[in-house]
């Protein structure tokens, strides 16, 4: 009889453990031009695990760099690829500066928002060697002093004293963990179709100069997406800059099974069919997050039926679509679905 008591209250200490787990959310902050609205120059984003494990994605030109005041504490910071509206040439030269379809843009030369970003915050730098490797120099430059490689093969355990490298290839993975977490957060790169040459502007003056007679730049490596696995269960997939290819299927879905999509929209890269087959058919995610979109692409918070993001939107089926909205934070479940926050 005891025993049998044992058993049961030992099965009901698992069960709400897991319960509070599964309960617990993923929160998901767009940090663009324009606060409330999806906006032209937009592709930053905050990733905020429940363990309390802080992620940037692609700090662009939608912040004004390491000062930006919505940043807050950053523990690990990503980056698709070189671009310049990536990378961050440039910054936003105030918050609301301009219009949504024509933020007001400074030059971030020569260290760029990534390197200022990291610098300010003490991050990790997560990605492909020679992008990594780009941007620590950038840090170094700031700080007066060498970015070395994060300690250790295993979890990395943020917030950090210090920036670090934390090198991966395509296909590799880096962990991070909270102080007294359970559970780390997995970043993975994955493949993107599309290229990564890094402004002119962020390079020096020698380099500029040997690479201006044949109109050319560097290309730091492959262009790369993520798929981040969350300690709630959540796995998501950003897709970077990219075209369709195989991998949405056969990695992202089959693979690693995500369960939510941040799409970049790029009008260079896909048409809305293509990204509706993309949805629907190759990743399948059960919510798919709006980003890059190069237009206005929300009025009032809404987005808008006649922009390239509206004729997206009206395809996707049998899952909900949102628009990364500045400022606004979205909270999501360990199945994908939006529980709190969103449009």
């Given at each position: 009889m005891h025993r049998s008591i044992a058993r049961?209250?030992?099965a009901?200490?698992?069960?709400?453990?897991?319960s509070t787990a599964s309960g617990q959310t993923v929160k998901i902050t767009p940090l663009g031009s324009h606060a409330g609205e999806l906006c032209s120059r937009d592709r930053a984003t905050i990733f905020e695990d429940p363990t309390g494990v802080r992620i940037l994605y692609d700090a662009g030109e939608s912040v004004t760099g390491g000062d930006d005041p919505r940043l807050g504490r950053i523990d690990?910071?990503?980056?698709?690829?070189?671009?310049?509206d990536h990378l961050g040439a440039s910054k936003l030269k105030a918050l609301e500066a301009g219009t949504c379809e024509a933020p007001q843009l400074v030059s971030a030369a020569p260290n760029s928002t990534t390197g200022e970003i990291v610098a300010a915050k003490n991050a990790a730098i997560a990605m492909v060697a020679p992008l990594a490797s780009f941007v620590g120099r950038k840090v170094d430059t700031i700080?007066?002093?060498?970015?070395?490689?994060?300690?250790?093969?295993g979890d990395i355990t943020v917030p950090l004293e210090a920036p670090c490298l934390a090198l991966a290839q395509t296909g590799g993975a880096r962990t991070f963990k909270a102080p007294g977490a359970a559970k780390a957060v997995e970043v993975v790169i994955v493949p993107a179709m599309h290229e990564s040459t890094v402004p002119a502007s962020l390079l020096n003056e020698a380099t500029r100069n040997?690479?201006?007679?044949d109109n050319m730049s560097l290309t730091?490596?492959?262009s790369n997406g993520y798929v981040i696995r969350f300690t709630n269960g959540l796995t998501a997939y950003l897709t970077g800059d990219s075209g369709l290819h195989a991998e949405m299927q056969l990695v992202m879905r089959d693979f690693y099974k995500v369960n939510l999509m941040e799409l970049n929209f790029g009008a260079s890269a896909l048409d809305a069919a293509g990204g509706a087959y993309a949805i629907n058919?190759?990743?399948?995610?059960?919510?798919?997050?709006?980003?890059?979109?190069n237009e206005r692409a929300t009025a009032g918070g809404k987005i808008r039926p006649e922009s390239r993001t509206g004729a997206l939107a009206a395809l996707v089926k049998g899952r909900?679509?949102?628009?990364a909205l500045s400022g606004k934070t979205m909270e999501f479940d360990g199945s994908g679905k939006c529980v709190s926050g969103c449009p």
């Open positions: 049961t209250l030992i009901t200490a698992v069960a709400a453990a897991c690990v910071v990503i980056l698709s690829h070189a671009h310049g700080r007066a002093k060498p970015t070395p490689a994060c300690a250790g093969s040997n690479l201006a007679p730091l490596g492959p058919t190759l990743v399948q995610p059960a919510s798919v997050i709006m980003s890059h979109v909900a679509v949102y628009p």
